[in-house]
């Protein structure tokens, strides 16, 4: 479980996050809407400790963030907006294998994860490929499966189809679905709703920082475009 507790980050005198308290139980699939400069990549960088807190706190399973970084990090997956600000080796399978070989894991613990992880995103057998020779949408399954490979309670995804064609979308669309029919918990920063929010459990809408809307899509579509967010 995720838990944020009065919130608040601030950029200077502005507040990004201002009080915002959110409990995000494990399994489930939300939805983080809002528009641009709402809020949304500032509060879920705080799940798993990118960003401290000016005020309040952030929970994981009941611990403080910061209490245990790498408990925080191994439980909280994070998928960028770009993938490449996540990539560390030249290799699909090199990345993927980064995270689980920080933790200290076997050489045979290593290999069944960066196998689970690659098939899971339809990549398996491209190990060897270079990341640099990749499509945009291939990129972004690679960032996904770096991310399961830590087998994380939790994936936070920042706007994963920001730049990418509509085949590149509905892969990635088809990997949250098989995510989220697995029970793995997602947390979907966006703010154009076509392609997921019939994989959403619930919709949280950030306006100025703050928790404008927090319920089912059903409830939380009519409120949705008055806050500036696409829906189908």
């Known amino acids: 479980m995720i838990a944020t507790r009065n919130l ?55 611990t403080p963030v910061g209490d245990d970084l790498v408990a925080a990090r191994t439980r909280v997956g994070m998928v960028f907006q770009n993938p490449r600000d996540g990539f560390v080796a030249p290799t699909v399978g090199a990345d993927v294998a980064f995270g689980p070989e920080n933790l200290g894991l076997s050489h045979e613990e290593i290999e069944r994860r960066v196998d689970a992880a690659l098939a899971a995103v339809n990549m398996a057998g491209r190990r060897d490929e270079r990341v640099d020779d990749l499509s945009g949408g291939e990129r972004e399954r690679v960032a996904i499966a770096a991310a399961l490979a830590m087998e994380p309670d939790h994936l936070v995804l920042d706007e994963p189809f920001t730049g990418l064609d509509a085949p590149a979308r509905e892969s990635v669309v088809e990997q949250l679905r098989g995510l989220r029919a697995s029970g793995t918990g997602v947390v979907l920063v966006t703010h154009d709703l076509r392609d997921a929010l019939d994989l959403a459990d619930r919709v949280v809408a950030l306006a100025d920082g703050r928790v404008a809307v927090d319920a089912p899509p059903a409830e939380a579509r009519k409120e949705l475009p008055e806050l500036g967010v696409r829906v189908p």
Request: aromatic share 6%.
């Open 8 to 62: 608040v980050h601030r950029y200077g005198d502005a507040a990004a996050v201002d009080r915002v308290s959110l409990t995000i139980p494990d399994g489930e699939f939300v939805l983080l809407a809002g528009p641009n400069g709402s809020g949304k990549s500032t509060l879920v960088r705080h799940f798993n400790g990118l960003l401290d807190p000016d005020r309040g706190e952030v929970l994981v399973d009941g």
